[in-house]
């Protein structure tokens, strides 16, 4: 991917109507299960490295829908389905061994299908806002469906997270690669991208999540995962006292329709700033105009990388048990890049192939 600036990062999550938001790439989130924090579950009897198939479900159309369990010897599972690849749920243990599902999703693939908030989906074409959806790329001006107020969010009315993917297990691994062609002029994006997003559970109770994508036209690109998680486990309430870090020392402010206005700001001083670890609902409810705008939190941080690789972007930590909703850690470029050309760029071109690497690591506390 073209830039080598750094990335930004934003966790999402709905915290009684708001959203709290962060994008990364090609980093790492580490986080922390507390002893005893997690519900009781069904531990995953299939075979180390295992990947196992079964229907689940037709769309609309008629297309068969094929559910995708992955799972490790520590007990971990992970299942994904070839709608929106999206990870439907996500069961591990504590210290305890005890298992819970800590991503919210639906049982049915029905469920799906109406109103769901991106619901742990793969979003695109372009994660995020674009302001007025329009961009201008090589001088020509692009219209996009407005599905946000004025501006286009998550790649349109019909985004990636609704596409159906051609899923193929991966061989001697407890893994699964979802593959999609999104047409030239689709929700309004030039260029026949082709689009490839693998995700790999390890026996380190790491769930890796690579993209790579390539066209041939030039256009812009950002794409993220959209699962949102609650460490004390699905159903069990807020997550308004996971402790979260956030390695950024920047933000980039919004305007009332949450478009980043180009200021770069410093986080100290203000309620976003994450850069030691602070419960989520600390200061959410402040009277600081950036809050009362989002709703809460919903602003793009600026990663603290001077190098390329690996790095640690986040960390989130459920200390106890508790009683309430999710929190979304999308990894992605700034929000509306293509009409700031001060931002990191997003733009991909023929003959080159847009990479992006997360890993997600579990562990005990």
């Known amino acids: 991917m073209p830039s080598q600036e750094s990335p930004s990062v934003a966790i999402w999550s709905v915290i009684s109507g708001a959203k709290f938001g962060v994008v990364f790439s090609a980093l790492v989130l580490i986080i922390f299960l507390a002893s005893a924090n997690l519900a009781h579950g ?106 946000n107020g004025p501006n286009t969010l998550h790649g349109g009315i019909k985004g990636f997270d609704q596409a159906v993917w051609q899923g193929t297990p991966l061989k001697g691994n407890a893994g699964v690669a979802f593959s999609y062609l999104s047409k030239d002029g689709e929700e309004g994006f030039p260029g026949n991208l082709k689009v490839k997003v693998t995700y790999s559970l390890t026996e380190a109770n790491e769930l890796v999540i690579n993209y790579e994508a390539t066209t041939d036209k030039p256009t812009v690109l950002n794409l993220s995962q959209h699962s949102y998680f609650n460490l004390a486990g699905e159903g069990t309430g807020d997550i308004l006292n996971h402790e979260v870090m956030i390695n950024a020392d920047r933000f980039t402010p919004v305007d009332s329709t949450m478009i980043p206005t180009g200021e770069l700001r410093p986080v100290k001083g203000t309620p976003l700033d994450f850069t030691t670890e602070t419960k989520v609902g600390a200061r959410i409810d402040d009277n600081y105009q950036q809050l009362v705008l989002g709703k809460g939190y919903d602003h793009n941080f600026v990663l603290n990388r001077k190098a390329e690789g690996l790095a640690v972007a986040a960390r989130a930590y459920e200390p106890r048990s508790k009683q309430r909703y999710g929190l979304c850690f999308e990894t992605q470029h700034f929000p509306d890049s293509p009409n700031h050309p001060e931002f990191p760029s997003t733009v991909l071109r023929p003959g080159q192939t847009f990479h992006s690497h997360t890993i997600l690591k579990f562990s005990a506390k």
Not at 85 to 94: E, G, M
Not at 97 to 126: C, K, M, W
Request: hydrophobic share 35%.
């Open 42 to 147: 069904r531990s995953s009897k299939a075979a180390h490295g295992a990947v196992e198939e079964q229907p689940f479900g037709t769309t609309k159309e008629g297309k068969k829908i094929t559910l995708y369990t992955l799972t490790n010897s520590h007990h971990m599972e992970v299942r994904a389905m070839n709608y929106g690849a999206i990870i439907v749920s996500l069961r591990v243990p504590d210290r305890k061994g005890q298992v819970a599902d800590i991503v919210l999703g639906h049982d049915t693939l029905e469920a799906y299908f109406d109103n769901s908030p991106h619901l742990g989906g793969l979003v695109g074409r372009y994660a995020n806002r674009i302001a007025n959806g329009s961009f201008t790329l090589d001088g020509v001006k692009y219209s996009l469906p407005k599905n």
